[in-house]
């Protein structure tokens, strides 16, 4: 497995993704707090545990399969749900331990 590289990371206040809606972005940016150091308290002020759940946010995100698409989940009978969620997990799986 291979160590978590930093990344640039669009939810960060100063770097909007492209699609955000300008309001929400204009908001994000006069927040009373840091964001940053929100997620350093959260992550346990580990760097490296940060990078981590940011790689594994980003290989969901980016993932070509669309298996991680939850646009349909309301329309779906329990049991397909259910098929869905172990097919996500071993997708995630499968993406951490073999790439």
Not at 38 to 50: M, R, S, V, Y
Request: proline share 11%; aromatic share 10%; hydrophobic share 25%.
């Amino acid at each position: 497995m291979s160590t978590p590289t930093t990344t640039t990371d669009p939810r960060e206040p100063n770097n909007p993704p492209p699609t955000i809606n300008p309001d929400l972005a204009n908001e994000r940016t006069n927040t009373p707090f840091n964001p940053i150091n929100i997620t350093n308290f959260i992550d346990g002020n580990d760097p490296n545990i940060t990078a981590r759940r940011r790689q594994l946010e980003s290989w969901i995100i980016r993932d070509p399969s669309g298996i991680f698409s939850n646009e349909y989940n309301n329309y779906l009978h329990r049991t397909e749900r259910h098929k869905r969620a172990l097919a996500k997990f071993t997708r995630l799986v499968v993406s951490v331990y073999y790439i």
